[in-house]
C-alpha cells in the first residue's frame, strides 16, 4: 500500500509540475518583453514555490534547516 501510495503521489506531483513548468516557461518569455510587469514576475514565484513546496511536502527534497 505504501509504495503505491507514494507512486500515486509522485506521479501527480509529476503532472503538476509539468504544468508549473510550462507556466515559468511561458512567464519568463513574457518577462523579456514586459521586465517590470510584477504580477507576471509573482505568476513566476508561484510556479516555481509550488513545484518545491509540493516537492518537499511529498519527501522529494529534504526541507533545508
Not at 500500500?1 to 509539468?18: G, N, P, Q
Not at 510584477?38 to 534547516?65: C, D, Y
Amino acid at each position: 500500500f505504501h509504495e503505491t501510495y507514494k507512486a500515486e503521489r509522485v506521479a501527480a506531483f509529476l503532472e503538476e509540475a509539468a504544468e508549473h513548468l510550462t507556466t515559468l516557461e511561458e512567464g519568463l518569455l513574457k518577462l523579456e518583453a514586459s521586465p517590470d510587469d510584477k504580477e507576471l514576475v509573482n505568476g513566476i514565484f508561484r510556479s516555481a514555490h509550488s513545484i518545491k513546496g509540493t516537492s518537499s511536502r511529498i519527501q522529494l527534497v529534504q526541507p533545508r534547516p
